[in-house]
């Protein structure tokens, strides 16, 4: 048989294609008025569907691109902060080696070596330290002069003679001049 055969139809005499498998599907599809507003049905509910999830979609790419550019914006925000706290380090660097020699200017009794820190509170704690040191070393100097301290004027030369008697006077003078 040929595909493209009709054949007539005994009941009302019509012709009519016989059904092959490509035809008996799109006849299967025709099917009744209430089985094709049933497919209508079902396809609006799908396309109402479809409709929806490509909203959902749109809204969903919409918010990715809002915070890919807020991230690229705070990723400058990042970059532009840790700029200045580089530059903010560098001043404050700055400051504390000034402050360290102005300590070591305003403070000469303090050997220069002891005075060191990398900021201004160890530079502060190395000058009270420094100072604590010389005024221990100074304390202990002047202990040590006070002790060997010779009295001005002429040294004695020989006996003192104040508080002798006058016998005692003239036994000190005899004795002095090598007699007995």
Same mark, same amino acid.
Not at 6 to 34: F, I, V
Not at 46 to 74: F, N, V, W
Not at 139 to 147: P, Q, R, V
């Given at each position: 048989?040929? %595909? +493209? &055969?009709? &054949?007539?139809?005994?009941? +009302?005499?019509?012709?009519?294609?016989?059904?092959?498998?490509?035809?008996?599907?799109? *006849? *299967?599809?025709?099917?009744?008025?209430?089985t094709?507003?049933?497919? /209508?049905?079902?396809?609006? @509910?799908?396309?109402?569907? $479809?409709?929806?999830?490509?909203?959902?979609?749109?809204? =969903?790419?919409?918010?990715?691109?809002?915070?890919?550019?807020?991230?690229?914006?705070? =990723?400058?925000?990042? @970059?532009?902060?840790?700029?200045?706290?580089?530059?903010? $380090?560098?001043?404050? %660097?700055?400051?504390?080696?000034?402050?360290?020699?102005?300590? $070591?200017? #305003?403070n000469p009794?303090?050997?220069g %070596?002891?005075?060191?820190?990398?900021?201004?509170? !160890?530079? %502060?704690?190395?000058?009270? /330290?420094? =100072?604590?040191?010389?005024?221990?070393?100074? $304390?202990?100097?002047?202990? !040590?002069?006070?002790?060997?301290?010779?009295?001005?004027?002429?040294?004695?030369?020989?006996?003192?003679?104040?508080?002798?008697?006058?016998? @005692?006077?003239?036994? #000190?003078?005899?004795? *002095?001049?090598?007699?007995?």
């Open positions: 048989m040929e %595909d +493209n &055969q009709t &054949q007539e139809d005994p009941q +009302n005499g019509t012709q009519q294609t016989p059904a092959t498998p490509e035809t008996q599907g799109t *006849q *299967q599809t025709q099917g009744t008025p209430e094709q507003q049933t497919l /209508k049905a079902q396809l609006e @509910e799908e396309q109402k569907a $479809k409709s929806a999830l490509e909203e959902a979609i749109a809204e =969903k790419d919409a918010r990715l691109t809002a915070l890919e550019t807020a991230l690229s914006e705070e =990723k400058q925000g990042s @970059e532009a902060s840790a700029a200045e706290l580089a530059s903010v $380090k560098e001043a404050r %660097d700055q400051a504390v080696t000034k402050y360290l020699g102005m300590a $070591k200017a #305003a009794h303090v050997p %070596d002891m005075i060191t820190g990398e900021t201004i509170e !160890e530079i %502060d704690a190395s000058v009270e /330290k420094g =100072k604590g040191l010389v005024a221990a070393v100074k $304390k202990t100097l002047e202990s !040590e002069a006070a002790a060997a301290k010779v009295p001005a004027g002429a040294p004695t030369r020989g006996e003192s003679t104040e508080g002798m008697s006058s016998k @005692e006077l003239i036994a #000190a003078g005899i004795k *002095q001049q090598g007699g007995s």
